[in-house]
C-alpha cells in the first residue's frame, strides 16, 4: 500500500510539474509589443515596424508602418553589348517605384504555444494608406564630343525619345534623382497567417506570409511602352523580431 501512494505521489508530482511547466508558459501575459521585419515578396523587398496592444494575449491590434519595392513585371535588366565594365539597366524604365505602407492591423492567435519547443500558429489583417513614390530613373548615355571622334558619358534623365541600346552606356548612381521624387497616394490591403517560434513569451520571433493589394487611382507611371498598373498585387514571405511587456 505504501508503495502504491508512493508511486502515486511521484505520478501526481510529475504532472503537476509538467502542468505548470504549459501551463506557466500559455498564462504569461504581456499586453505591448513591437516587431521588426525583413522579407521578399514576388516584386521586391521589404522592411516593417509593427507596434501591438493585446488585453488577453490571443488578439492583439495595433499600427504598422512598411517600406517596400515595387517593380513592373516587365522589367529586364540589359546590357551594352560592347563594353564589358557597363552597368545594367532597365530598358524603357522611366521610374523606379516604391511606397510607404502606413496601417492599422490585428493578429489573432488560432494555435496558442503548449511549450517552448511548439509553433503558435495565427492570422494576421491590416489596410492603410500606400504612399507611393516615384524616383525618375537617370542612365549614363554615350555622347560624341562637337568636331572630334572622341566620346564621354553624360547623366541624363531617361528620354525614350533619345536615349537608346546603341547610346545607354549603363544606370547612373542609384543616387541620381532624389531630389525629383513624386507622390503618388494609394491604399493597401494585406493577410494571412503567422508562425511564432520564439522560445520565450517576452520574445517575439515569426515568420509570416500573405498577400497584400495596393491600389493606385492612377496608373504608376513606370515603364515608358509597356502597360502601367495601377493595382499591385504580390504574395510574400517576411521575418520578425521583437519584445514584449508590460
Known amino acids: 500500500m505504501k508503495r502504491i501512494i508512493y508511486i502515486a505521489l511521484i505520478l501526481m508530482s510529475s504532472g503537476v510539474f509538467a502542468q505548470q511547466t504549459s501551463a506557466d508558459f500559455q498564462r504569461l501575459l504581456y499586453r505591448h509589443e513591437y516587431q521588426l521585419g525583413g522579407g521578399i515578396h514576388t516584386r521586391g523587398l521589404t522592411v516593417s515596424f509593427e507596434k501591438y496592444y493585446s488585453k488577453d494575449g490571443y488578439f492583439k491590434h495595433g499600427f504598422q508602418t512598411e517600406f517596400a519595392s515595387l517593380k513592373h513585371p516587365k ?3 540589359v546590357y551594352h553589348p560592347f563594353y564589358e565594365s557597363a552597368r545594367g539597366y532597365i530598358f524603357g524604365k522611366l521610374n523606379g517605384f516604391s511606397t510607404l505602407r502606413l496601417g492599422y492591423g490585428a493578429q489573432k492567435m488560432l ?5 517552448k519547443g511548439s509553433v503558435a500558429i495565427g492570422l494576421h489583417y491590416s489596410g492603410g494608406y500606400s504612399n507611393g513614390f516615384l524616383k525618375p530613373v537617370y542612365l549614363e548615355v554615350i555622347r560624341q564630343e562637337p568636331g572630334t571622334d572622341r566620346t564621354y ?5 531617361y528620354d525614350p525619345d533619345q536615349h537608346n541600346g546603341g547610346n545607354i552606356y549603363g544606370r547612373a548612381s542609384w543616387l541620381t534623382g532624389f531630389n525629383e521624387l513624386a507622390i503618388q497616394p494609394g491604399l493597401f490591403v494585406k493577410g494571412g497567417a503567422t508562425f511564432e517560434y520564439s522560445v520565450t513569451e517576452e520574445e517575439v520571433a ?8 495596393d491600389f493606385f487611382p492612377e496608373q504608376v507611371p513606370i515603364m515608358a511602352s509597356e502597360q502601367n498598373l495601377n493595382f499591385f498585387t504580390t504574395l510574400y514571405i517576411s521575418i520578425h523580431f521583437g519584445k514584449r511587456w508590460n
Open 75 to 77: 522589367e529586364i535588366k
Open 111 to 115: 494555435v496558442g504555444k503548449t511549450d
Open 153 to 157: 558619358l553624360s547623366t541624363e534623365r
Open 206 to 213: 515569426l515568420i509570416e506570409t500573405g498577400i497584400i493589394v
